[in-house]
């Protein structure tokens, strides 16, 4: 069975930095695509950022580019989102996905996600 264990959520002033861990338990390995996104109240839920293994190619949502990074750590098999300059807008549950089977960008194409971790900014 395929778990995704998020942490790293809180609460911090606008200008502020998160880093957002996901560990990874199962079949799924941080090796193969991994992704965050986010919802926020009364929104959709928003692509945020991904990663494939191989290559380690990376894509971001045009909101965020620029200050969060997305990066694994494969011997601990966690995925990470570092979040900086933090806005209010930013506010939101951010989720953990695995088990991409299309294009990263969209909910649809994940298999699996986490419960998700809540992430304030308050300005």
């Known amino acids: 069975q395929v778990q995704l264990v998020e942490s790293g959520g809180g609460l911090v002033q606008a200008g502020g930095s998160l880093r957002l861990s996901c560990a990874t338990s199962g079949r799924t390995r941080s090796s193969d695509a991994m992704g965050w996104f986010r919802q926020a109240p009364g929104k959709e839920r928003e692509f945020v950022a991904g990663i494939i293994g191989t290559g380690y190619n990376t894509y971001y949502a045009p909101s965020v580019k620029g200050r969060f990074t997305i990066s694994t750590d494969n011997a601990k098999n966690t995925v990470y989102l570092q979040m900086n300059s933090l806005k209010p807008e930013d506010t939101a549950v951010y989720y953990c996905?695995?088990?991409?089977?299309?294009?990263?960008?969209?909910?649809?194409?994940?298999?699996?996600w986490g419960q998700g971790t809540q992430v304030t900014v308050s300005s």
């Open positions: 996905a695995a088990g991409s089977a299309g294009g990263v960008g969209y909910v649809a194409s994940w298999r699996y």
